[in-house]
Structure formats: C-alpha cells, structure tokens
C-alpha cells in the first residue's frame, strides 16, 4: 500500500461515518480509528508510529500526499485586523516549510504574487514526505510570515492573502 492509497483511504473515512477500519497486508498493517471527540489516530505497528490530527481541521478531508500526488489544500482564516479583504492561509499539518523546490530554485509565490485556487504556495515536509501545500483562494500573496525551512505547527498562520 503506498502513500496515494492511504490518502485516498483516508479522504474516504473522513467522508463517511465510519469509525474503525484496519486493513492487512504482507508485512504492512494499518489501523485508523476515529474517537468520538473528532481525533483522529492512525497506527503503523511494524514502526510503532502514531499519527494524531484534528477532524475538522482537515482541509478536503485529506491526510498529507507526497509531491507527486495531490496536494492537500489548507484553510483559509478571516484576518482579524485589517480594513481590506485578507485570509491568514494557515498550515494543514506540522511539519518544516519550504518556499520552493530546492535551495537553487525560485519560490513557488511572492509578495505581490496573484494567486489562484489550486495554486501551489509551498512545501511541508511531514515524516520524509514533502507535500505541496495549495491555496484554496483567489487572490494576492501580502504577506510571508514564515521563513523557508523554518517549522511550523499545526494552523500556523502562513501566508497573508488579500482575497480578489
């Protein structure tokens, strides 16, 4: 079972009203449990890990996807004091930022930049695995308010994005 299925998996389960689904394979086993106060928890065995994240929060109802799946998009938030039309686009999961493919590379969006829904704004690596992190409106970047490779938490505010 790779990464694409597990997303897919769980995209299914947060859509439903399931509550407890385990699936085995050859040397692969994996349980996802929801818990009636809306967490999640999704455990690997073999490796003992467990992952842990909030319900509502989920943007899409998606788990993180590598770079080469789609993208989860995270959520918008209303700007609390501004007289103009801004979101804060806030992280989706924990993980370090990266404002572009490579150090070599130019960054995925500016200030200044316009964006659009579907447009890809950055990077978290999450695990080992890099996610491309997508906006979910239309509008201009004003403001960065994390460095690349810098860490983010969980809803970290990451972006200021005046909405057209």
């Excluded at 299914?12 to 928890?41: A, C, H, M, W």
């Excluded at 209303?78 to 070599?104: C, H, M, Q, V």
Aim: charged share 25%.
């Amino acid at each position: 079972m790779d990464i694409k299925d597990i997303q897919e998996l769980l995209k299914f389960i947060n859509r439903s009203t399931l509550t407890d689904v385990e699936i085995e394979q050859k040397d692969f086993r994996l349980r996802i449990q929801r818990k009636p106060e809306g967490i999640v928890y999704a455990q690997m065995p073999q490796t003992q890990q467990f992952v842990q994240q909030q319900m509502p929060q989920l943007v899409q109802q998606s788990a993180p996807a590598t770079t080469d799946a789609p993208a989860p998009v995270a959520e918008s938030k209303p700007a609390t004091d501004s007289g103009k039309n801004l979101r804060e686009f806030r992280a989706p999961f924990i993980g370090t930022f990266y404002r572009s493919n490579g150090p070599d590379k130019e960054p995925f969006v500016k200030v200044g930049d316009s964006i659009t829904s579907g447009k890809v704004l950055g990077i978290i690596e999450a695990m080992k695995l890099f996610n491309e992190i997508e906006s979910d409106i239309n509008g201009t970047i004003v403001k960065i308010l994390v460095e690349n490779a810098q860490p983010v938490e969980y809803d970290q505010p990451l972006f200021l994005i005046e909405i057209h």
